[in-house]
């Protein structure tokens, strides 16, 4: 009971000293009144240096504020007040600077046109069965010009070093005008736009391993055209439909190699358009998910010296599903090409004179590749979700032609992404060929940088 | 017919036959998992461009060619010409562009 009694004590001061002394917030009459004139007093120091700087801001002549009762308060209590503005000298001194400081920034914009260098390099490494190892190097610079809101080029320019020499290709220079909201211009060297893989995947940095497939690169089909296109997409709902359309120098066909197995081949890099022909073509694409793309590409024209020419059409399906799918905690990534060459009938060395004629034969391949890659994004691991396994098939069927084999590879990867434009591959390719030809399996490796 | 589907094999060959069901069913299968597991992939398949976000637009088509590039990668003025280049290469529409642009400099 008595102790009970002494806890007590202190709770009973404390409510005492509640009921007789003012809350720690209560402020009186004096105090508030104080505070009020002060308060007015500052308002009316603020309003005068408003009008000042004002005053100075137009360039008039600054007015000496109104030396009202605040500030006269004010000074009388010791405050510091502003009572009048800075001179003619000093503001032309102020003036000065901010015009030398906007010069000095506007030095920094990048004017009208917008360039920038883009690109990607690689250094590779590659061990093939027959042949000696050895390293090699790339580096294509990309250089991009936004002239305005409708006018853009683009030119790219790959320099390589093989076999103790640097190549310089000329990939791109295409100018590129935006018609309307779904149709654009293009004049000059562009990527071939009827070949998938050409044009969206070839890039060291995009594609996934360290070498490209059979057929749809270096195979089959140009790796650019020399002429014009116009493309778009035409959005249908939630669908998408792109479109392109274009006219090139028409491939060379090789009547007189000095490789017998190139006999009857096209000729891409056509620069000078010997024969006169014109090739047209075009690829459709179609977007029914965000995931999923499928397209088809055709080219065709007429082939050979203009007296004896003869129908080239090539052809190609592609196919792209990526997805980043949460139920195989990862990215998936599945692609597909096939593509086929026809060329007509025609009579090779037909005096003989060659050795070898008169020879004829429709020239008829096809091949391409089927690619799947997972990368496991989702899992908490640092390391872990960087590693990407790549396999892929790929194919080219030309028995029937002076190759006189075909080849098949299986290529199993492995991948490891620094950053999302930086990746070290690994690759061993089985390779099959028949007809006699000898399998070639490879190790690969590479460096590719996207920047 | 049987000498139509037999034309056609023809034409694309086994190995070219083989690569379409392959995908065919592969891509049916991811699709048909993602869609079970995630209600949002399938609602986002549905969407035009005009409803969508820069962030999922962005998502969605630089993904189907290469890795997503951060926004801080380049300037906003750099982002300007690497969009224009994306707008003619991957086929993007206007809307497309100007959500994916604003995005990108948004996040620089």
Request: negative net charge; aromatic residues 10%; proline residues 6%.
């Amino acid at each position: 009971m008595v102790t009970v009694a002494l806890l007590a004590i202190p709770y009973t001061m404390v409510a005492q000293d509640v009921a007789t002394s003012p809350p720690p917030d209560y402020v009186s009459r004096a105090e508030y009144d104080k505070l009020r004139a002060e308060h007015e007093a500052m308002k009316q120091e603020l309003e005068a240096l408003k009008t000042a700087v004002h005053a100075m801001a137009n360039g008039t002549a600054p007015v000496a504020p109104a030396e009202g009762p605040a500030a006269k308060t004010a000074a009388s209590e010791g405050k510091q007040v502003v009572t009048s503005v800075p001179s003619q000298a000093a503001t032309d001194e102020l003036r000065q600077e901010v015009d030398t400081l906007k010069t000095q920034v506007k030095e920094t914009f990048p004017g009208s046109t917008k360039f920038l260098v883009a690109g990607y390099g690689t250094a590779g490494f590659t061990a093939r069965s027959g042949e000696d190892p050895f390293f090699d190097a790339s580096f294509n610079a990309l250089f991009l010009w936004k002239l305005s809101d409708r006018l853009f080029f683009e030119g790219e320019m790959e320099l390589e070093f093989e076999d103790n020499a640097t190549t310089i290709n000329l990939e791109v220079a295409q100018a590129s005008y935006l018609l309307n909201d779904y149709m654009t211009i293009g004049v000059g060297r562009f990527l071939n736009p009827m070949d998938f893989f050409v044009e969206r995947q070839h890039m060291n940095w995009v594609n996934k391993l360290p070498d490209k497939p059979l057929a749809v690169y270096d195979g089959l089909f140009p790796e650019s055209q020399l002429g014009a296109q116009l493309r778009g997409v035409i959005p249908i709902g939630p669908t998408k439909l792109e479109y392109v359309g274009f006219v090139a120098n028409a491939p060379g066909l090789i009547t007189a190699p000095e490789d017998f197995s190139e006999l009857g081949m096209l000729d891409f890099p056509n620069t000078g358009n010997f024969g006169g022909h014109v090739a047209v073509g075009g690829h459709l694409g179609f977007i029914p998910i965000p995931q999923l793309e499928v397209g088809y590409g055709i080219q065709r024209s007429k082939v050979g010296p203009r007296d004896q020419a003869v129908v080239n059409v090539l052809q190609s399906v592609d196919f792209n599903y990526v997805s980043d799918s949460a139920l195989l905690k990862g990215l998936i990534n599945l692609r597909a090409q096939w593509g086929w060459s026809h060329v007509g009938d025609f009579v090779y060395d037909p005096d003989g004179s060659q050795g070898f004629g008169p020879l004829e034969f429709n020239n008829n391949r096809n091949g391409g590749y089927a690619q799947l890659s997972y990368r496991p994004t989702h899992i908490d691991n640092d390391i872990i979700k960087n590693f990407e396994g790549v396999f892929r098939y790929d194919r080219l069927n030309q028995l029937h032609t002076p190759v006189g084999f075909d080849e098949q590879r299986w290529t199993l990867g492995l991948n490891y992404w620094l950053t999302p434009s930086t990746v070290i591959k690994a690759a061993y390719e089985f390779d099959d060929k028949n007809g006699g030809a000898r399998d070639q399996d490879a190790f690969m490796m590479q460096v590719a940088v996207g920047f | 017919m049987k000498e139509i589907v037999s034309r056609i094999c023809k034409w694309i060959d086994l190995p070219g036959a083989v690569i379409i069901i392959s995908c065919a069913a592969l891509t049916w299968l991811i699709g048909c998992a993602s869609n079970k597991k995630s209600g949002e992939l399938a609602g986002g398949t549905t969407l035009s461009a005009a409803e969508k976000s820069g962030a999922q637009l962005w998502a969605e088509n630089c993904i189907r060619c290469h890795n997503i590039r951060s926004p801080s990668n380049y300037s906003p003025a750099q982002w300007d010409v690497v969009m224009m280049h994306m707008r003619v290469r991957a086929n993007l529409t206007p809307e497309e562009h100007k959500k994916i642009l604003a995005f990108l400099k948004a996040g620089t």
